[in-house]
C-alpha cells in the first residue's frame, strides 16, 4: 500500500513539474514572427523616408526657361562648367562678329551713298583702305559668322533641354543588377513516359 503511495505521489509531483518546466514558460512566452511579415515591414519603413524623386517633364521645363537648370534638378552638377563653357564661346563670338559687321556695314553704306570707291577703316587696331567691294566682302564675312554663332547657341540650348529629358527618364527606370541565376536538378519525361534526368536554368531578372 505504501508502495502505491509513493508511485502515485511521485506521478503528480512529475506533473506538476512537467507544467511549470522552464521550456513550457519559454515556449509559451516565445512569440515567432514570419519572415514575410518582417519583409513588409521593412519595406514599410523604406517607403516612409522622403526620397528625391525627379519628374522629366520639370526637369525639361526648368531647362528650356534657364539653361543648366535642369542638370541641377537631376543632380549632374558636373555638365554644368561643359554648359558654360559652350554658351560663353558662343556668345563672345556673337558680340564680336556683330561689332565687326556693324562696322564694315556702316562703311560700305557710307561709300555707297557718296559714291565712293573706297575708305578708310579701322579694326583690330590697324586702319586700312579698302574699296567697295572690300567692304561688302567684310560685312557678309562678318554677318555669317555672328549668325553662325547664334545658331550654335540655339542648338546647345536644345541639346541642353534634350539632355535634361533624357536623363530625367532614365533616372526613373529600376537599373538594379538583381540578375541571378539559378542551377537545379529537374526530371523530365520526353518519350513514353520513362523519366529523363538533367538539370534546370532558371534565370530571375527584378
Request: hydrophobic letters at 40%; aromatic letters at 12%; glycine letters at 4%.
Amino acid at each position: 500500500m505504501k508502495h502505491i503511495q509513493k508511485v502515485w505521489l511521485l506521478s503528480i509531483i512529475g506533473m506538476l513539474l512537467s507544467y511549470c518546466s522552464p521550456a513550457q514558460i519559454l515556449k509559451a512566452d516565445t512569440i515567432q514572427i514570419p519572415k514575410d511579415d518582417l519583409t513588409k515591414v521593412a519595406k514599410s519603413l523604406d517607403s516612409g523616408k522622403k526620397q528625391y524623386k525627379i519628374i522629366p517633364r520639370i526637369a525639361t521645363i526648368r531647362s528650356a526657361m534657364v539653361p543648366g537648370w535642369g542638370q541641377i534638378y537631376n543632380r549632374q552638377y558636373w555638365k554644368l562648367p561643359i554648359l558654360a563653357a559652350g554658351f560663353g564661346v558662343n556668345v563672345y563670338f556673337i558680340i564680336h562678329n556683330n561689332e565687326y559687321y556693324q562696322l564694315f556695314l556702316n562703311k560700305s553704306r557710307y561709300v555707297t551713298e557718296n559714291n565712293l570707291t573706297g575708305t578708310s577703316i579701322t579694326y583690330n587696331g590697324v586702319t586700312r583702305e579698302m574699296t567697295a567691294a572690300q567692304l561688302k566682302t567684310g560685312t557678309q564675312y562678318y554677318h555669317r559668322y555672328r549668325d553662325t554663332a547664334i545658331l550654335f547657341v540655339l542648338v546647345i540650348w536644345a541639346a541642353n533641354i534634350i539632355d535634361a529629358n533624357v536623363t530625367a527618364h532614365l533616372k526613373t527606370f529600376d537599373l538594379t543588377d538583381d540578375i541571378s541565376m539559378k542551377i537545379q536538378p529537374a526530371v523530365t519525361t520526353p518519350f513514353m513516359n520513362s523519366p529523363a534526368f538533367g538539370a534546370k536554368i532558371t534565370l530571375a531578372l527584378k
